[in-house]
Nanobody, 127 residues
Framework: QVQLVESGGGLVQAGGSLRLSCAAS?????????MGWFRQAPGKEREFLAA????????YYADSVKGRFTISRDNAKNTVHLQMNSLKPEDSAIYSC???????????????????WGQGTLVTVSS
């Protein structure tokens, strides 16, 4: 069983940056897996933000974060990062990571298939 632990959340002013990390432990998952970042603000649905495959580093970004957020991986440390720049108050949310086999489905379909999730880390952006 894979466990995911997020870190790096906190309070930041608008325009600032944060770097989130998602560390995976437990059994080693195959190179065909991918890791994704999601967020959920109070009263809103969970939003799929970005994802990356472990093998080739293929990435996906939602339009809402494209150009501001960057996802990267450190295969040696089984860790995925989400660099968030130019943060806005509307980026405030609980950020979670999740993982699962990539397969051949679309990225949005993949995001709905995930069963292994971290506990989340809170990001608050003040205006």
């Amino acid at each position: 069983q894979v466990q995911l632990v997020e870190s790096g959340g906190g309070l930041v002013q608008a325009g600032g940056s944060l770097r989130l990390s998602c560390a995976a432990s437990g059994r080693t998952f195959g190179s065909s897996y991918a890791m994704g970042w999601f967020r959920q603000a109070p009263g809103k649905e969970r939003e799929f933000l970005a994802a990356i495959t472990w093998n080739f580093g293929t990435t996906y970004y939602a339009d809402s974060v494209k150009g501001r957020f960057t996802i990267s991986r450190d295969n040696a440390k089984n860790t995925v990062h989400l660099q968030m720049n130019s943060l806005k108050p509307e980026d405030s949310a609980i950020y979670s990571c999740a993982t699962g086999p990539r397969g051949g489905s679309s990225w949005p379909a993949w995001s709905r298939s995930l069963e292994v999730w971290g506990q989340g880390t809170l990001v608050t952006v003040s205006s």
